[in-house]
């Protein structure tokens, strides 16, 4: 295990007080700032000036006071040099991607990704002549393999969407180092619990909307990176970030702001409940797959990558074997046992449960799916923290006999 506390770096990250000493930031909503001095506004443009270079602001999509707050205590967080937020988790991503590969570069990836993502790489980044190869990320031998003169990045989620596989990120690090890439980390399903870029990633990314803000009412990303390359996507000449203009709003970054202070406290919470679940599942013979239990087959990886204290994450499976059988599993859980929502995303205080294969893994072939290891039954849960641990382990209890899932 890590010893690296994230709750901690938040902390002693430097507090920001509201206008007139409030305790909460103030929400700076303008689209553009004033300058004193005419010959300050052609400095800013030339990045003479600046937020980080006496306090300079010239316009919202550029830099915010409130979102450039919520920056800075994800970077602590994240234990990185500098953060920027966008407006969903995709587009953290594609900026990202676009920043670091030109016409005719490539990327290695993970096939156990997201589906939105997988459909970036597949389907768009070739249109601008950016190609993607698609590995067993677990399979460190096939990921160098793959390895081309024209590759600038190393694609991987921590924990993979969705069928929870786990990426070694110190070996993919020294791998990408080696090779002079770029290790890009999405760390959406596991925030708090794991800090890539303490294990080596060269940019951490997350779709904000889920653990990290925690309510499922805003849409939100961030980008947690070396200062160098978050001026590259600022640049106001070629900054994909700058250019494409995917901006948070600064009442969004206000509302995540007031959430940070008890992410732990949540992670810990939906940890915590996805070991108990997954516990019962796996006694009861139910085909449950949770990186938690011992049963992972990377259950060591991962203790070795988790910091202290934080638990194993809120994602587990249970696969069904057929959509049927997955669907009739989450029909019940939802209309008679009241278990959970059937709902995308994850993070949310309730539990959310969805069919993957039909849903957010749907950009995915059914082939690829297969060569990944997407069950054609698999439901994925976010567990959430309503409810008594002892109700909810009786109906899943009971969802799982009815549906003949138990030995």
Known sequence: ?????????????????????GVAPSISRSSTFTVMDPRVMPEIFQGVRGPDKDGCYLYSRHFNPTVSVLARYLAAMEGTEYALCTASGMSAISCTLLQLCEHADHIISSDTIYGGTHALLEEMLPSMGITTTFVDVTDIRAVEKAIRPETRVIYAESIGNPTLKISDIPVLSRLAHEHHLTLVVDNTFSPIMITPGKLGADVVIHSLTKFINGASDAIAGVICCEKEFAYQLMDVHTGRLMLLGPTMDPRTAFDIIQR???????????????????????????????????SHPQHGLLKSMVNRGFGFGGMLTIDCGSRGCAEKLLDYLQNIERFGLIAVSLGYFDTLMSHSGSSTSSEITAEDQRRMGLSPGLVRMSIGFTGSLKNRLAQIERAVKKLGLTV
Do not use: W
């Open 260 to 294: 940070l202070p008890h992410l732990a406290i949540r992670i810990k919470a939906h940890g915590a409940r996805a070991l108990a679940i997954a516990n019962r599942l796996e006694e009861l013979g139910a085909p449950v797959t949770y990186p938690g239990l011992s």
């Open 1 to 21: 295990m890590q010893n690296y506390n994230p709750e901690e770096a938040i902390q002693k990250a430097v507090r920001e007080f509201g206008e007139h000493g």
